[in-house]
């Protein structure tokens, strides 16, 4: 069974500029959450997906933003870049949400440096 | 606001003693408690979880360990391995899928 895939593995942007990221989850996953890892932060969490509907969302702007397709791929959309945008984004799938503690499964991560 | 916090960074252990990794959370209505193993270049994997039902769970080498009243979790490995050695994070969850993730802490095991 594939495990989750996340591209572009890496990208370099410029400050103000925009980036998406792609996330497929495991085969007959339907739940797609994602997560900023930084240095000294651990990993925060940005929002989650199900059925092409965002149901938690984290506590970040608003230039952060997500979607998910009717096949459960997600995207990560993230506008403006600051300096401090630059982090690796991981991408975790579960079967369902919603239902107590279903185990996540988490991508390699994009890594995005902002310049 | 770091609602799951590990406050020591890094751990060096001898192989075969015992790894301690601990998490201290402030959240008293988390329910549900996990460790993740990571390694560079690769997404977190899960390890082991307990729920807060529970003061112990076990699964071979590793043991995860609550204590509600002090809000603290903890990891023990016995024996520590050479391939334990990753970064690894505690997480907590309200409700089904939104967790809360401490800052990690980097185990080396040394042979």
């Known amino acids: 069974k594939a495990g989750v895939t996340q591209t572009p593995r890496y990208l370099i942007k410029t400050r103000g500029q925009q980036v998406t990221l792609s996330c497929s989850p495991i085969?007959?996953?339907?739940?797609v959450s994602w997560y900023q890892q930084t240095p000294g932060q651990g990993l925060q969490f940005l929002f989650e997906y199900f059925s092409e509907t965002q149901r938690n969302k984290g506590n970040f702007p608003g230039r952060f933003s997500g979607r998910q397709f009717s096949n459960s791929r997600s995207e990560m959309n993230v506008s403006t870049l600051e300096l401090g945008d630059s982090a690796l984004y991981l991408c975790?799938?579960?079967?369902?949400?919603?239902?107590?503690?279903?185990?996540?499964?988490f991508g390699p991560g994009t890594r995005l440096t902002v310049l | 606001d770091q609602q799951v916090k590990q406050n020591s960074p890094s751990l060096s252990v001898q192989e075969g003693r015992i790894s301690i990794l601990n998490c201290d959370y402030t959240n008293s209505m988390f329910d549900y408690f996990l460790w993740y193993k990571k390694y560079p270049a690769e997404g977190p994997t899960f390890l082991i979880s307990i729920s807060s039902i529970k003061d112990k769970n076990e699964d071979g080498r590793f043991t995860v360990f609550l204590n509600k009243s002090a809000k603290h979790l903890s990891l023990h490995i016995v024996p520590s391995q050479p391939g334990d050695s990753a970064v690894y994070f505690c997480?907590?969850?309200?409700?089904?899928?939104?967790?809360?993730f401490g800052t990690g802490t980097s185990l080396t095991v040394i042979p």
């Open positions: 975790a799938s579960s079967k369902l949400a919603g239902t107590p503690h279903n185990e996540q499964f």
């Open positions: 997480a907590a969850s309200l409700t089904g899928n939104q967790f809360y």
């Open positions: 085969s007959g996953h339907r739940s």
